[in-house]
């Protein structure tokens, strides 16, 4: 306090003065209220005051908030997970063209009968072809892993066909492709048969050919007979899964993934939600097909501002021979992921994703092998989250002994003071719900300019402290111990003026291990802190007690020095404060010299709360020792209080005050100005 009280000053501003003339410099009223901030400051019922001072001894964030990574996954499609559209040609021949084929009486028979009744008479061992199948607007050749080729004749005459043979060959080198026999196909039926493609090499063109059918006839039965009606052939190759090709490749997705990314690095956490701080999706892409390719990723349950986390991108296609690559990164900053692997798992440490990638048709031809292939690589990583809920793991840490500043008593230089009562209290706030034990295993007060210390007496608590969650993220957990103050040494440990505290502690998070315990949170701005709140009411015994306080001084503030012979400065106070004082005015260099020493004549004298003591304190100063002032660049106020009694104590109350006049008498050469 007292040190508080003499640092309350004004700088020197000396007015325009006539020789001899006495004039003020300074007029201030002090009381508690001014010299000691609120926030150090409490004030009881009886208008006692007391100092109290809040020191941290620990502050820390969760191990939560550690960079995490998924397990890199790759997904590698090869030509034989693509396909070709199903392509048909349609191919026909009418009873017309049988009966000119046929020739002779019956063949001009049925001709003459067009559009009448008649019976039809059996015609046997008839062939019809080639009949050209061209496929060369969709592929030129394909290799086929598998596939099949349906042969469908649909019977529009009126009589049954039977032992149809059919065959389709490539036109270039007139292989065989395939053949099929269809024993009976009924007039006005339809009947399919399928040439398996599997490992068969197919042209675009093809040729088919009707090696043998036999017309039934109608057995005497007269029908009505019409020379367009026809013996369609239609040609379907479907289900084609590519060995090699040289192709035009419909849209098609080729990966399609369902996927549960399982965190790593995670020890025994087990997070079922997190809001990502920095972090980055990597697509690594590897492809040596000579499409252009497509992909999408999407976390449905990875939103920010609601909106899932989604991208799309596309690798252009490789050159002949040859391989791309491709690698993309994407923030997840902001993102909120959901940790429990739904829909797939309900889990903890993984989250569900969706992989496609896809060709789309080109309309051009593409060159593809079973060599070909793409592959892609999906990982999240450098993952650090701001927010996280689920079981937080256990963890311990040793801190310390670890020196903490204590700025509370920085002023104080020599002599005793003895307060009256002093409190100590031990406060935790926790800002996560997340329970923890902290073991205060030592608390030592230090003065390191004196090298004493005091080892403060720990009894009076509960040690280790249970620290229990927070209610929410905006409502932290708070509780606080009172150290035992009979022991008398809190006040040792204060009458040293540490400026130091020496803290060793234990923090344990989750001690109970309750690794079922999933409704947990935390956020990266939210801590576990330990402070030591210190409060003295001002009851007290001074002894010498020296304090000191430095402030900035410009010797431009004393006008027109060089007329200045010499002179005195004043200082008139009225106390009701319990304390006298010595004062000293040290004025020193930028290099710390001491240039000149005011060393004020009398005391402050001790006042008290109902009568006011009246003192006038002078210094007189020559015209060398004014010269070095105006060098100087800083004073030091050196200050030696004591109480009016060393027995009892003395106490400050909030409606004491000091009135402070400042004022000085400046003796001027006279000059011709």
Not at 335 to 342: K, N, V
């Amino acid at each position: 306090m007292l040190s508080i009280l003499f640092s309350c000053r004004r700088e020197f501003e000396r007015p325009i003065l006539e020789n001899e003339i006495l004039t003020p410099i300074l007029t201030t009223k002090l009381t508690i209220n001014e010299i000691v901030p609120d926030s150090l400051r409490n004030t009881y019922e009886s208008g006692l005051v007391s100092l109290v001072y809040r020191n941290s001894l620990y502050s820390a964030a969760l191990s939560s908030f550690q960079e995490l990574e998924t397990r890199e996954f790759n997904q590698t499609a090869k030509l034989q997970s693509l396909a070709l559209s199903p392509r048909s040609a349609i191919r026909s021949i009418s009873l017309g063209q049988v009966a000119e084929a046929e020739g002779g009486v019956i063949g001009q028979l049925i001709i003459n009968s067009n559009g009448n009744t008649s019976p039809i008479p059996p015609l046997a061992n008839l062939s019809y072809g080639p009949l050209a199948v061209d496929g060369s607007a969709f592929f030129e050749t394909v290799t086929l892993d598998s596939g099949y080729m349906d042969v469908t004749i649909e019977n529009q005459f009126p009589s049954d066909l039977s032992n149809i043979n059919f065959e389709i060959r490539n036109e270039n080198d007139n292989s065989l492709v395939g053949s099929e026999m269809f024993t009976l196909v009924p007039a006005n039926d339809i009947q399919t048969k399928s040439i398996d493609l599997a490992g068969k090499t197919v042209d675009g063109d093809l040729l088919g050919n009707i090696l043998n059918f036999n017309v039934d006839g109608t057995g005497g039965s007269a029908v009505l007979i019409d020379t367009s009606d026809q013996i369609i052939v239609t040609i379907t190759v479907r289900d084609m899964k590519v060995n090699s090709a040289t192709a035009i490749f419909p849209a098609q997705d080729v990966i399609s993934l369902q996927d549960t990314n399982a965190m790593e690095n995670v020890g025994d956490l087990k997070l079922t939600k997190a809001t990502a701080k920095t972090g980055f999706v990597t697509v690594r892409v590897v492809s040596t097909v000579e499409d252009t390719m497509f992909f999408n990723y999407f976390i449905p349950e990875g939103k920010k501002n609601g909106v899932p986390f989604e991208i799309n991108q596309k690798i252009n296609p490789a050159p002949p021979n040859g391989s791309t690559s491709k690698e993309f990164n994407f923030p997840v900053d902001g993102y909120t992921f959901d940790l429990t692997g739904f829909p797939i798992i309900n889990h903890y440490n993984a989250f569900y994703s969706e992989l496609t990638g896809r060709i789309d048709s080109t309309g051009r031809l593409v060159n593809l092998s079973l060599d070909d292939s793409l592959l892609v690589y999906v990982k999240l990583s450098q993952f650090k989250p701001e927010y996280v809920e689920g079981y937080l793991g256990s963890n311990s840490i040793s801190i310390g002994p670890e020196a903490v500043n204590l700025d509370l008593f920085k002023n104080f230089k020599d002599g005793t003071i003895d307060f009256e009562e002093v409190k100590i209290s031990i406060g935790v706030s926790n800002g996560n719900g997340v329970p923890f034990s902290v073991a205060l295993n030592s608390l030592e007060a230090i003065n390191t300019t004196t090298n004493e210390q005091v080892d403060i007496n720990l009894t009076g608590i509960d040690n280790p402290l249970t620290i229990q969650e927070a209610v929410s993220l905006f409502e932290p957990w708070e509780s606080s111990w009172q150290l035992d103050e009979t022991s008398g040494n809190l006040n040792d440990a204060l009458n040293i003026f540490p400026n130091r505290l020496l803290v060793a502690l234990d923090v344990t998070s989750n001690p109970a291990e309750d690794s079922l315990n999933l409704t947990q949170f935390a956020v990266d701005s939210n801590k576990l802190e330990a402070y030591a709140d210190i409060e003295v009411p001002l009851s007290f015994i001074a002894d010498g007690l020296r304090l000191v306080d430095t402030s900035s001084f410009d010797p431009r503030s004393i006008k027109k020095p060089d007329g200045i012979l010499d002179g005195v400065f004043y200082l008139t106070a009225e106390n009701t404060f319990p304390v006298s004082a010595s004062i000293e005015m040290l004025f020193i260099d930028q290099n710390g010299n001491i240039l000149e020493t005011a060393t004020f004549d009398e005391q402050l004298q001790v006042g008290n709360r109902n009568r006011a003591s009246s003192s006038t304190l002078e210094w007189a100063f020559s015209r060398d020792q004014l010269n070095r002032i105006l060098t100087s660049s800083s004073i030091v106020f050196s200050i030696e209080a004591n109480t009016e009694s060393l027995t009892s104590y003395s106490k400050i109350y909030s409606d004491q005050s000091i009135n402070l006049t400042l004022s000085s008498r400046f003796n001027y050469l006279f000059d011709n100005e």
